[in-house]
């Protein structure tokens, strides 16, 4: 009993660092695999939307599927098994996907009906999620979530400020609109509005008479000048991050004196070389 | 009599607590309940416009609408009572978006005709700023404002040139356009760049002929540098308000021998810590 | 003699404080004239254009335009005559401008023939670029100049690249067009993409291929990513700017030992006080 | 023999200064003559695909491609010759791009059929390249590929996001269609929310239903916001190199004591005139 306690301790052990680690060289061919398995099985859900194409290979896309959801099965309980504290894995964000990841086709024993499944078969689509923990993209990723979620509350501001400004502006265009095509409604309206502060402009509901011209006009203006706002939030964010980072890389305690926090000073005050 | 003033100035200073207020429980449920009276007030506003909808709710809808203009009259009512100077109040910004949010329903007896009611109901909207009033979002909102504040002066150089540019390439487009559809008159001509320069594009006026796709290239060329110039403007505004903040957090005085203005020092000169 | 040269001197020492100079209320009342000049004589070469008006007001048109191509011939002559070196301003960037807002009617007597007059017409815009002479605006237009100016090279590199990466994706798309519809020739393929790639999107021309539909896409996100590059370089360009300004301002020398040059301090080195 | 070796070798010593140097006249105006065949050339294969211009100058235009050609030809043979290391060179980016614009006319002996053909010319396109290593305009476009390499890591990362959300916005917008024209599979609702996001927005395709249009809004403000990511990464970089050239510029030691790295110090700490 000791002996298989031992055995799967060790088992336990080594599959951890396959599957969370990145030294080995078996680590790293196991982050290799699983990137070259979510890319087709995402490619898979995609083309079986094309007409023509579910019907031509309807039986090999069924294979595939299986094969792919078995290969997320297997990983999934090893991660569960290799992992000291489980339960705090499988309600973590990546758990939580890699869960999403394999249950719509166990769900489809059960539930009938296309539509819902289609909704479901798109949840996979989270899968691509997973390549973002690897090592490679891992360090860069955190640091543009660290930017955004410092400047987030300055954002959201922003974007109550966007929308107020497409409910009053399509409010607006809905008053006037007396001879214009396609602001039928208020929302109607602040659709459109969205669509222009936006830059987005798809053209198929576009003012026509000169007072409706002339209002967009000045939300075309509006929408191009204030794309600067988020973007000036993130950037100085960045820039700041930057800086610190790069401050603080710098503030090394000269050896002789110990003092500290030279501005890209190579020599301490009193001479010793810092650098 | 003096039992009365008494009672009522007691009352005045509680109310006026609840409401300006953010630091007792009261004042923070006051500003709940106000956001969650605005939002829906709002969305009754936009679905009155909605075919179908209004014919199917309009009892229920006339009847929330009182209930919705009662309550910020109310609020109204009380803000003015008891805060000190209620005049200068009733003229600030926000003191007149909170009349203008009541007037609509109460001119509604006085005035008829579908147009005029139309706009004066979408007046109301505007009452989606006071939730800017709300502390969570004031200090980031103040902010923002500040450095959309500094730049402005530049901004509205940099779009009296947009206008410039859109009159001379949009009569540009109304000379050369011969067999263009669509460039009517330079006024036409002067939307369509405008359309052009701001990236939206439309696309229900665009020119045919090569000379015209020349012209048009140029322009949305430019259109698409040119932004460069507002976000350089907010950014740089951005970046300098973060660094004065983060600067001015550090120029903290050494407590032995005075000295101020140390970068990210940590010790002063004299080897005293800093911090 | 002498007394008419010297009433001459006079007068046109007097005209060139009014018609150059800013600080006295004379000068300032002429700057105002000359922009309720500026606007409305372009407005009336716009609405020119608009079908059903200049049938209407022909002839009142005609005097307006008589009126303000007079005030801006004595403004232009005044101009040359009240200062020094006439012959440099003539041939100066706003000389010229002025020669051309008034040269068109006066050549409408010598040219005859609708397409040629309405070329000449809309040089009057030109007049527009007066407005920025004005005091209020010329400080910041000259910092935003200076700023646009100095990331000039970088720019036009980045413009350099947009066209050749335009004709290399127009072309392939040209070449893989097949069942495309609207990608007739290189040129309308390269139009196309400049259309896409500025992220303009009029959707006259688009892919309805995959294959198309793929390339486009890569030729969105492009569009949609290298937009950083031109912000980058001005945002640089400004807060570098920005920075230099605010640095050099803070560069007071130490009125007791003479030592310059401390970042943000507020005690020289030796005590004294900076500021 | 031995004359005709060192004849050559002067030969290849002046040819090298000529085509590769930039200090001498010729140099100079070899680079100028190239500028002006390379734009000449890459207009010839654009205009041959537009309609009746081919017709009406075929011979001059095949005349032309082969003067061209050989001059191209002459270059390279040049280039092989006097360069020390020729394999180096011919297997360099330059190198292919300058063997790539000379293959596609002697192919056309070999290969016949017009579609190949038009996918070998367009390869002729990649000659513009050859005008970045004019030495105005390298200095400039080698900072802005270092800015970009740099921020290649962060961008990358963000694509591939862009990627990921397309996608999941897609097939969402793909599951809800029902009643929605043109959302016919996952990959065609990709490429729109691709289009969308990116804020081209064609508009052949785009939501008519609330719902479709509720997510295509949240699909247009993310987008709207977003790009202010790449933005803030290229523009952090940017500045970052900028401030780091001129930090590195100013860091002169001072010539008496020896000290380093003031920021914009003018005067060393013990009085000495720094610049």
Known sequence: MKIIKSKFDSFRHQTNI????????????FDLILL???????????LETVKGFIEKYHHELIVLEWIITIFFTL?????ILSINKPLKYIFSFYGIIDLMAILPMYLSFILT????????????????FKILKHPKFSSQSI??????????????????????S???IGSVMYVVKEEEIGFTSIPTSIYWTIVTLTTVGYGNISPITPLGQFIASIAMIMGYNVI??????????????????????RI???PNCGTEGYNNAKYCYHGTVLK
Request: aromatic share 8%.
């Open 18 to 29: 396959i599957i969370y680690g990145t030294n080995t060289a078996s680590g790293r061919l």
């Open 36 to 46: 070259g398995v979510i890319v087709p099985s995402v490619f898979i859900v995609i």
């Open 75 to 79: 990983e999934n309980l090893l991660r």
């Open 113 to 128: 009906g296309a539509s819902v499944l289609t909704i479901i078969r798109a949840i996979k689509f989270l899968r691509l």
């Open 143 to 164: 640091r543009l979530k660290e930017a955004l979620i410092t400047s987030k509350g300055k954002i959201l501001i922003f974007i109550y400020f966007m929308v107020i």
């Open 166 to 168: 497409s409910i009053i």
């Open 228 to 249: 600067a706002v988020p973007t000036g939030i993130v950037t100085a964010q960045f820039t700041n991050n930057f800086h610190r980072k790069t401050v603080s890389d």
């Open 252 to 254: 090394n305690p000269c």
